[in-house]
């Protein structure tokens, strides 16, 4: 006995299964492509934030620093986050802060503006030093003497916020010109 033979498709239903599957070809092979696509546009669209604006960093309360006393200093310790990374806790910079009003305090960056090394604040003379050339800062952060700084400290912005509490917005300057110009 031989099998019975099954009809052949009508050539309507041929087409119908050849544009189902070239339907389904293009919608899955959109779908492979959206997410690539998708995240190539959020790069583009969406740059590194650990560069450009200024890094707000609690550091303080202003009950802590005298008034009109000497500079205090601070690591400025931060969570920092790219496009695609959060990098974990770790110091940024340091600053020395300075409380001269009630309400009022002024922020330097713990660089010498000469060379990028570090200023200490000596309070025998009342004056910051930098070791690496013998530069020296007022406590107002201007340039004393002869000095090879090309400008004062670098002042940062900073908040009081509610509470007391002692925002800095943190940021890098280039060294060794006179113009004081983020790195960021």
């Known amino acids: 006995m031989s099998s019975p033979e099954k009809p052949s498709p009508s050539g309507d239903a041929a087409s119908r299964r050849e544009f189902l599957k070239s339907a389904a070809c293009v919608a899955l092979g959109t779908c492979a492509l959206a997410a690539p696509i ?9 740059p590194l934030k650990s560069r450009g604006a200024p890094l707000p960093v609690m550091l303080t309360m202003v009950s802590s620093l005298a008034l009109n006393g000497p500079p205090k200093f601070f690591q400025v310790v931060t969570e920092r986050r790219d496009a695609w990374t959060k990098f974990p806790a770790n110091a940024i910079g340091a600053v020395f802060l ?44 201007e340039v004393r003497g002869k000095s090879p700084s090309r400008r004062g400290l670098d002042t940062l912005r900073v908040e009081i916020r509610e509470g007391g509490e002692v925002w800095v917005y943190f940021e890098n300057f280039k060294s060794g010109i006179a113009e004081k110009i983020s790195t960021a």
């Open 38 to 46: 998708g995240a190539a546009v959020i790069v583009l669209a969406h």
């Open 98 to 141: 300075r409380r001269v009003g009630e309400e009022e305090v002024v922020a330097f960056n713990a660089s010498c503006p000469h060379l990028g090394c570090a200023v200490e604040f000596r309070k025998e003379r009342e004056l910051f030093f930098c070791p690496c050339h013998n530069s020296e800062f007022k406590k107002t952060g």
